[in-house]
C-alpha cells in the first residue's frame, strides 16, 4: 500500500488536543445548598490544586480518537497497487485508434475504454519499468518514448484521438517489437525473449498478425467493444455517361452497403448536392447479414450552374429508434468536377475505322496528323495519343494506344510480320474486353510483342503477345501488335466495343467525368511541377490548414485522416491560382464489419487470446470514510443509550 497525498498526516495534530479536552477539569459554578454532605466528590474536585483530572476509561473519547486516525488516513489517499510484472523492464502500449474506435458500444467510445484501460496498466508498473506509447493510426506513431515518468506515459495516451481511416495494427506491432528488441542488453544471446511486454487495445478488427518470433510470448490483447450493430458505406462513385448528348451530362452513381448485423437490415440512402445539401435521389435497400448491397441511381444530372465542381454526399439511416454504433462510415463524400471531352491525337498515315470512331464519339476531340508533322512539344495536353503504324523517339507522358508498331517502344529492336499469328489465350476478366470475346478473333498480319519486365500480356499467342499493357509512372501503354483492319474485328461491332473500353479506362484513369473521392488515410496526389509553385496549402473538412508535399511532377497531400471534403490550393509562379477540391471518406469494410475479436491466429497453429488487465491503483480512501462513517453513527448509539 502506499500514500497519494502523505500531507494528510499532518491532521494528526488534532489527536492530542481532543483527549486534551477530556482531562480538562470542569469549571465549577458557586451555588447555594443546604448541606454539603451529598457533595463530596464536588468538595473534592474543588480542594485540587491542578486543573487537569485523571484520564478515565471513555467509550466515547475511544470512538472519536478511532473516527479522527479513520478521516486522516482516508485523507492521505492511500492506494494499493496490483503491479502487472515485477520482471519485465520495458513495456510498450499500443492503442488503435482507427475508425472503428469511435464505435459507442464501450464506455463512451472503444476509444475512451481502451484509453481508460491502457492508464490502468501504466499506473501498475513497478517504479523502475519504463513504458512506451504508440498510436496505431493509419501511420503508426511512437507518442510517448520510453520513460519512467507515469505523467508522460498518461499525457501520451489521453492525447491520443480516433481517426476516420483503417488502422495499420501490423505495422505498429511490428514497431514495437523492434524497439523491444533494441532495447536487448548485448550480452544477452540473439534468440533470447526481448526484455519487456506488448500491451495491444483494439478491437483486433482488420488486423493480421505478423509473423514474429515469440510474439505470442510478450503481446497481450485487451479487447474493447463488445458488439457489431453497424451499417455503412464502403463504396462510392460516380461517373460520367461516356457518349451521352445530355447537357447537362448525365451520371451513374454507385454506392455499396455493408451491413454487420447478425440480422439483416432495411435503410434508407440519399444523395445530396452541393454545400446546401439538397436532396437529389434516394432510396430503400435491404442488406443481409454480414454482407454488402449495392445502389445505383442511373441517369443522375447534376447542376453545374455555380461553377465548375459538385459536391456529392451520400447518406445513410437507419429505422426511427434503431442504434447505429459507429456513425462516421455512414455518410461518404464526392467531389465531381464538370465533364469535358477526352482529348485524343491520332498520328497516323490513314485509318478510317479510327478516324470514324472518335469523330461520332461526342466524349471525345479528336485531332489528327501524319508521322512527319509529330512533334513531343506538341503532344502536351493530349489525354490519349493513338500511334498508327509509328513509335516516337520519346514515349509522350500521356495515356497511348500503338497499332501495330514495327519496332519495340525504345525503338532499338525491329519486329518481324507475322502471317495468321494464332490467339491462344487472352484476359477476359480485363475491363479492356467487357463485351468483347477474342475465341474467334482472326488476325492475317501482325507483328508480335515481345513481353518486357512489368509488361501485362493481354492477349497471347505462341510467337508473343498480341496485345499488352505497360505502364510507366502515371502513363498506360497499350500495344496492339496487329492490325485491326488486317483482323477480322474490322468489320466487328467487337472493335468499336473495344475502343469503348478503351476510351472509357482513360476517363477513368484521367479522373475526366468521374468523382474524386478517396479513402481515408491515404495520400491524395495531383499532377503539378513542384518548379512552378509559388505556394501550395490544403483546408480539412475542420478547418485547419494542411501542407501539400510538391516534387517532380507531383503534388501530394498526407493528412487524409478525416473525413470530408478538402479544398487544395495551388498558387504558380505566374500568380494563377488553381484548386483541387476532393472528397475524403472512410470505405473500409474491415472498419464497417467492426465485431471484436476474441482471439489471434498466429501462424502455425497459435493464438493470442484476449487478457483483461487488473486495476492499477485501488483507491482505499472511500472505505476508510465509510468506516469512520459507521464509527459515528455507533457513537452515537452509544451516547443516547447512555443518556
Known amino acids: 500500500m502506499s500514500f497519494l497525498n502523505v500531507t494528510g498526516f499532518l491532521a494528526l495534530g488534532l489527536v492530542p488536543p481532543l483527549v486534551l479536552l477530556y482531562i480538562l477539569k470542569f469549571r465549577r459554578q458557586r ?16 480542594r485540587a490544586n491542578t486543573p487537569f483530572q485523571k484520564l478515565r476509561r471513555n467509550l466515547l473519547l475511544l470512538l472519536q480518537v478511532l473516527t479522527l486516525l479513520l478521516l486522516v488516513a482516508a485523507l492521505a489517499a492511500p492506494v494499493v497497487s496490483a503491479t502487472l510484472s515485477e520482471k519485465k523492464k520495458f513495456v510498450i502500449v499500443i492503442i488503435d485508434s482507427s475508425a472503428s474506435m469511435q464505435s459507442s458500444d464501450a464506455d463512451g467510445s472503444r ?24 498510436d496505431a493510426g493509419e501511420q503508426p506513431l511512437v507518442v510517448g518514448n520510453f520513460t519512467t515518468d507515469r505523467s508522460l506515459a498518461r499525457r501520451a495516451i489521453e492525447g491520443i484521438n480516433a481517426r476516420d481511416a483503417e488502422g495499420r495494427l501490423a505495422d505498429a506491432v511490428t514497431l514495437a517489437y523492434n524497439n523491444l528488441i533494441g532495447m536487448r542488453a548485448k550480452e544477452e544471446k540473439p534468440g533470447a525473449l526481448p526484455p ?5 487495445f483494439s478491437d483486433g478488427s482488420n488486423f493480421t498478425v505478423p509473423d514474429l518470433k515469440n510474439l505470442d510470448k510478450i503481446m497481450k490483447y485487451i479487447k474493447v467493444g463488445a458488439h457489431a450493430n453497424n451499417v455503412g458505406i464502403t463504396a462510392f462513385d460516380a461517373r460520367m455517361v461516356p457518349g451521352a448528348k445530355d447537357e447537362p451530362p448525365s451520371f451513374t452513381v454507385s454506392v455499396e452497403v455493408t451491413n454487420s448485423y447478425d440480422t439483416a437490415r432495411e435503410v434508407f440512402l440519399s444523395l445530396h448536392s452541393g454545400k446546401s445539401g439538397v436532396i437529389v435521389n434516394s432510396q430503400r435497400i435491404t442488406v443481409p447479414p454480414g454482407k454488402s448491397e449495392f445502389a445505383f441511381f442511373v441517369g443522375l444530372q447534376l447542376d453545374f450552374s455555380q461553377g465548375d465542381m459538385v ?10 429508434g434503431e442504434k447505429d454504433d459507429l456513425a462516421v462510415d455512414n455518410t461518404a463524400y464526392a467531389v465531381v468536377r464538370k465533364p469535358r471531352q477526352l482529348q485524343v491525337l491520332v498520328v497516323s498515315e490513314g485509318s478510317p475505322a479510327i478516324e470514324r470512331y472518335f469523330e461520332v464519339n461526342t466524349a471525345t476531340s479528336m485531332k489528327e496528323i501524319g508521322h512527319a508533322e509529330y512533334d513531343p512539344a506538341k503532344a502536351a495536353g493530349f489525354d490519349l495519343i493513338v500511334f498508327d503504324h509509328f513509335v516516337p523517339g520519346v514515349l509522350p507522358k500521356c495515356d497511348c494506344f500503338f497499332i501495330e508498331p514495327e519496332t519495340t517502344l525504345d525503338g532499338k529492336k525491329r519486329l518481324d510480320e507475322t502471317t495468321r499469328p494464332s490467339v491462344d489465350e487472352w484476359n477476359s476478366e480485363d475491363p479492356l474486353f467487357d463485351h468483347v470475346k477474342c475465341e474467334s478473333l482472326a488476325i492475317y498480319l501482325g507483328r508480335p510483342f515481345p513481353l518486357e519486365a512489368g509488361d501485362e500480356a493481354l ?6 503477345a498480341l496485345m499488352a499493357r505497360r505502364t510507366v509512372d502515371d502513363s498506360v501503354y497499350i500495344v496492339s501488335a496487329f492490325d485491326p483492319h488486317f483482323s477480322s474485328w474490322g468489320q466487328d461491332p467487337a472493335f468499336v466495343i473495344f475502343m469503348e473500353n478503351l476510351v472509357n479506362s482513360v476517363l477513368a484513369h484521367r479522373q475526366i467525368g468521374a468523382a474524386r473521392s478517396f479513402k481515408a488515410g491515404e495520400p491524395v496526389e495531383f499532377d503539378g511541377n513542384a518548379g512552378r509553385i509559388a505556394e501550395c496549402g490544403a483546408t480539412t473538412p475542420d478547418g485547419r490548414k494542411a501542407a501539400l508535399t510538391a516534387s517532380a511532377g507531383r503534388i501530394c497531400l498526407y493528412d487524409t485522416e478525416r473525413a470530408g471534403f478538402y479544398a487544395a490550393n495551388i498558387i504558380g509562379l505566374d500568380n494563377n491560382s488553381g484548386r483541387r477540391d476532393f472528397g475524403v471518406s472512410t470505405l ?6 467492426n465485431a471484436p475479436v476474441d482471439k489471434m491466429e498466429l501462424g502455425g497453429g497459435g493464438e493470442i487470446k484476449a487478457v483483461t488487465v487488473p ?21 452515537w448509539w452509544a451516547f443516547t443509550r447512555r443518556s
Open 311 to 320: 459536391e456529392l454526399t451520400a447518406r445513410l439511416e437507419q429505422k426511427s
Open 588 to 593: 473500409s469494410r474491415a472498419e464497417t464489419l
Open 31 to 46: 451555588k447555594a445548598v443546604a448541606s454539603t454532605m451529598l457533595w463530596q466528590q464536588v468538595i473534592t474536585d474543588l
Open 615 to 635: 486495476r492499477a491503483n485501488i483507491d482505499v480512501w472511500p472505505y476508510l470514510a465509510l468506516v469512520a462513517a459507521l464509527v459515528v453513527i455507533f457513537e
Open 111 to 134: 476509444l475512451d475504454a481502451a484509453k481508460k484501460k491502457a492508464l490502468d496498466v501504466i499506473g501498475s508498473l513497478p517504479a523502475e519499468a519504463e513504458a512506451m506509447v504508440i
Open 196 to 200: 519487456g511486454e506488448i500491451y495491444l
Open 459 to 464: 492477349i497471347r499467342s505462341q510467337r508473343g
